[in-house]
């Protein structure tokens, strides 16, 4: 349908986002592969809650903190500098702050299904 309107889209990967369970990993060192599952959950609950008209992301500071370090996290080859490598560290406070935009989205999500 996309080829109608003259749009190309991007090949999708075919990995499944698991929405259970994320808040265990935050008790975890933080790995590129745990921040990769984290901030993709948390961009799709996003996505998810703006289609219907909602956040459940509570905007502040600390949030916006907490997702710039999942997304540095994910040491994408294409900002992460040549030699460097970015391990976050969350405080119970930030884990708690995740855990909350986290459960805010599946929330909207279960509402809306």
Known sequence: ???????RLE???DEVQNLDGLERLLDLPAS???CTQV???WNLLDDIARSVGRTPDPRSPEVDTCYDKLFWGNNLE???PDGE?????FSD?????IADVLDRGRRVLAAHI
């Not at 490598?85 to 560290?89: D, I, K």
């Open 1 to 7: 349908m996309a080829g109608r309107y003259g749009l």
């Open 93 to 97: 406070e930030e884990r708690r702050l």
């Open 78 to 80: 294409s900002v992460t």
């Open 32 to 34: 590129d592969d745990i």
């Open 39 to 41: 901030l993709n959950a």
């Open 85 to 89: 490598h970015y391990s976050p560290y």
């Open 11 to 13: 090949k999708d990967n």
